[in-house]
């Protein structure tokens, strides 16, 4: 289990020594972080469950205010795209 | 619409949500620009597979003053570069008023099943926030499957 990045919740229900469902209500109820690769198949990142284990998940807080920075140019890097050319009304 | 105690609790909980999936990124902050707009830019590497180097997510969101404390998100990129399976795919709103005018829609999304090599520059999408996509990029990360770009409609008339 040391070297898989994802875990499935029958891995973490036996590092834990709890039922898979067990696992899964933990998902559900937000306190073990969880990736849903479809609607009834989750995946749980190896760091999410050590920080679980540890204790160490975070709930959040207020962000602190930043200082005066530039603004972020976005979509400054990017050529934009070319509109399909519309047929010209005809004309009467 | 929101103030800017609210913004500081979204980045708040957008933050404790990657750090919750083990990602590194330095402590994010609601910034000031000097035209009077506020934002943030997040970005994030993920743990894992970390071979050339580790998946990135970056978040940025612009919003502008719209009176009484308000504010309005008025651009954002949500960005998702997963170098060790050498794929991208973002969600973006910038340069609104042109694609308005050309495509009809304010926003787009970008979709490189191979990163350089996109087979549609931009394809259409619809409006998301950040919550949304940070769902979405984490339920494609490190799955071996396809991002699904051939399913998005694209955009430019040159693809």
Known sequence: ?92 | MATKVELRQYIGTLSAILWNYGASFPVPTLDAYSDGEVGFAITAELSGAADPRPAVLELTETWAPEGRGQYRRVEYAYEFVEFPLGRRRAFHRHDPDYFAREFGVVVHEHCEERIGQPACSHYYGLPIDAYEAIRRFLSAWGQPTLLGCSELRCMDQAA
């Open chain 1, 1 to 92: 289990m040391q070297n898989k990045p994802f875990l499935s919740p029958a891995d973490v229900a036996r590092e834990l020594g709890i039922s898979a469902s067990t696992v899964l209500r933990l998902i559900h109820a937000g306190d073990l972080p969880a990736i849903a690769i479809s609607a009834r198949i989750y995946r749980i990142p190896a760091a999410s469950f050590e920080l679980f284990k540890a204790g160490r998940i975070r709930q959040p807080e207020m962000a602190p205010l930043g200082g005066v920075k530039p603004r972020p140019q976005i979509g400054r890097d990017e050529l934009l795209p070319v509109a399909p050319k519309r047929p010209l009304a005809r004309a009467r």
